[in-house]
């Protein structure tokens, strides 16, 4: 069964930046991809980034060039690096993995952007 906790999450004033981390039971992200979802209150999840079993990273139009995704060498922990936020950003962020045995969600942290 695999488990994935975020931490990170928080109050920051617009323009500042967070660091997300989702940790892992095991060094399941050497083998799986890694995508971080985020939630607004009202709104549907939606996508944010994502990084391969092979480190490709890929990200959503609203973050591009502001978050950066990445993973440690042991393959245990993910992070999602980011800058210059907005209100717009706030949300609930989740981390996901789906490998063939099933589709993997943490339970989320809060991130609130506000003055």
């Known amino acids: 069964q695999v488990q994935l906790v975020e931490s990170g999450g928080g109050l920051v004033q617009p323009g500042g930046s967070l660091r997300l981390s989702c940790a892992a039971s095991?060094?399941?992200?050497?083998?799986?991809?890694v995508n971080w979802y985020r939630q607004a209150p009202g709104k549907e999840r939606e996508w944010v980034a994502g990084i391969s079993s092979g480190g490709v990273r890929n990200y959503a139009d609203s973050v591009l060039g502001r978050f950066t995704i990445s993973r440690d060498d042991a393959g245990k922990l993910v992070y999602l690096q980011m800058n210059s936020l907005k209100p717009e950003d706030t949300a609930v962020y989740y981390c996901n993995l789906r490998d063939p045995y099933g589709n993997y969600w943490g339970q989320g942290t809060q991130v609130t952007v506000s003055s």
């Open positions: 095991g060094s399941i992200f050497m083998f799986n991809a």
